[in-house]
């Protein structure tokens, strides 16, 4: 397949790219820059423009833009970008899809769209939650209605807590427990949706190689646990001790508004469709993917 890549040099676009080549795949690379690579192609989406051609012969556009959401403090500017951040390139590669006759999109999402689940698990047909995340991810979804009413298929992918050895969570995570520096965050209690590096690559190719497969998917682990639980199961993979407790107001003055939204809030997220369809994980518990990611 030929496929079209926006966002390619995050943290799972750098991974994706590679592993759709060595499944056969073509990929063509959308930069927000000239074009200086024979896979390369220009975009901007503020102003809408994609450079001539470059969706010619797209079998899948794949849309990965989007700022980060635990890069900065969530003041109103910062909460603005990340929605332009989002709902911009959304939108104009949505209505490129139908211009273009694209027959699959498949699009970032995340799970802040369930807001806080407490205890209670839930898969895809949950309901969307509260406050700026839930209201953002509604957005962003909606964002694909130009691809889909033109007759793409449409895949929304809610990714959870990416575990990679190549940054996000565990490069910030990381060095603070090797240097004997861990512990739980608030009260612990909290679900953590995490998914492997390799489980979320392999998710998304997935996506795009089943037919039978639209609309939101959730792209976790099948067996999410509490932080209590993460952060024991991290200290023993590293071996460390982890005796300390960040309480939940000292994250919310360092953090903010993001402490309740991303890291205190619990999410018990299950990979419903990926279940039912039978995707084969590489990492079913968070030890497996906690020793993929920091051994060594």
């Known amino acids: 397949m030929r496929v079209v890549i926006s966002g390619s040099s995050g943290l799972i676009g750098t991974a994706l790219v590679p592993h759709l080549r060595s499944a056969g795949h073509e990929v063509i690379r959308l930069v927000?820059?000239?074009?200086?690579?024979?896979?390369?192609?220009?975009?901007?989406?503020?102003?809408?423009?994609?450079?001539?051609?470059?969706?010619?012969?797209?079998?899948?556009?794949i849309n990965l833009s989007g700022a980060g959401i635990a890069d900065k403090r969530w003041t109103g500017a910062r909460k603005q970008e990340l929605r332009d951040s989002r709902l911009v390139p959304t939108d104009v590669l949505a209505r490129a899809v139908a211009a273009h006759g694209v027959p699959v999109?498949?699009?970032?999402?995340?799970?802040?769209?369930y807001g806080d689940t407490?205890?209670?698990?839930?898969?895809?047909?949950?309901?969307?939650?509260?406050g700026f995340l839930a209201?953002?991810?509604?957005?962003?979804?909606?964002?694909?209605?130009?691809?889909?009413?033109?007759?793409?298929?449409?895949?929304?992918?809610?990714?959870?807590?990416?575990?990679?050895?190549?940054?996000?969570?565990m490069g910030i995570m990381r060095p603070i427990f090797k240097?004997?520096?861990?512990?739980?965050?608030?009260s612990g209690e909290q679900y953590w949706p995490w998914i492997s590096l390799d489980d979320e690559v392999g998710a998304?190719?997935?996506?795009?190689?089943?037919?039978?497969?639209?609309?939101?998917?959730?792209?976790?682990?099948?067996?999410?646990?509490t932080c209590r639980e993460f952060t024991?199961?991290?200290?023993?993979?590293?071996?460390?001790?982890?005796?300390?407790?960040?309480?939940?107001?000292?994250?919310?003055?360092v953090l903010g508004e993001f402490a309740d939204e991303g890291v205190l809030v619990s999410q018990r997220v299950l990979p419903g469709v990926l279940e039912r369809e039978g995707y084969?994980?590489?990492?079913?518990?968070?030890?497996?993917?906690l020793s993929a990611v920091l051994d060594g």
């Open 105 to 113: 999109l498949i699009n970032g999402s995340a799970v802040g769209f």
């Open 179 to 186: 240097a004997g520096l861990g512990g739980r965050l608030g």
């Open 118 to 130: 407490g205890a209670v698990a839930v898969d895809e047909t949950g309901a969307r939650g509260r």
């Open 204 to 225: 998304i190719t997935w996506a795009l190689e089943h037919d039978s497969v639209s609309g939101p998917l959730n792209a976790t682990g099948p067996a999410p646990v």
């Open 32 to 61: 927000r820059r000239a074009a200086q690579a024979p896979d390369e192609r220009g975009w901007d989406p503020p102003s809408g423009r994609i450079d001539d051609g470059a969706l010619d012969g797209a079998d899948a556009v």
């Open 135 to 169: 209201d953002l991810v509604r957005d962003w979804e909606n964002a694909t209605a130009p691809a889909a009413e033109a007759g793409a298929r449409v895949v929304t992918v809610r990714t959870g807590l990416v575990l990679s050895p190549a940054g996000g969570l």
């Open 232 to 253: 024991k199961v991290m200290a023993s993979t590293v071996h460390r001790p982890a005796p300390w407790i960040v309480p939940g107001f000292a994250m919310r003055a």
């Open 280 to 289: 084969a994980f590489s990492h079913t518990t968070v030890t497996a993917a």
